[in-house]
Nanobody, 125 residues
Framework: QVHLTESGGGLVQAGGSLSLSCAAS????????TAWFRQAPGEEREFVAA???????PYLDSVKGRFAISRDDFNNMVWLQMDSLKPEDTGVYYC???????????????????WGQGTQVTVSS
């Protein structure tokens, strides 16, 4: 069992930055794919970025060049640095993890078994 806890959300003006953190406990993250998803009201949960050890996957097109995912397996932490934020980035951001995710389904939220409670990010125009 992996327990995930996100922090770092908040209210920011367009063009600003936020750094989200995800602390994992219960199991070491080695061997797990960890990812960030987001969900706006009335919308389906959307893939943002994922990372497994030193490998990275493509980001959601709309966040490329603005967001950066990273992780520290020793300290069981995952981060999402978000720069040049836009109002359309608003939503609840979730950290997710799973040891069985493959490249073919890495962007599918249904492939992840472990989720944090989410942290709200609101970008004002």
């Amino acid at each position: 069992q992996v327990h995930l806890t996100e922090s770092g959300g908040g209210l920011v003006q367009a063009g600003g930055s936020l750094s989200l953190s995800c602390a994992a406990s219960g199991r070491r993250l080695n061997g797990y794919v960890t990812a960030w998803f987001r969900q706006a009201p009335g919308e389906e949960r959307e893939f943002v970025a994922a990372i497994r050890q030193s490998l990275q996957t493509p980001y959601l097109d709309s966040v490329k060049g603005r967001f950066a995912i990273s992780r520290d397996d020793f300290n069981n932490m995952v981060w999402l640095q978000m720069d040049s934020l836009k109002p359309e980035d608003t939503g609840v951001y979730y950290c997710a993890a799973d040891s069985t995710v493959r490249r073919s389904n890495i962007t599918n939220f249904r492939a992840y078994a472990y989720w944090g409670q989410g942290t709200q990010v609101t970008v004002s125009s």
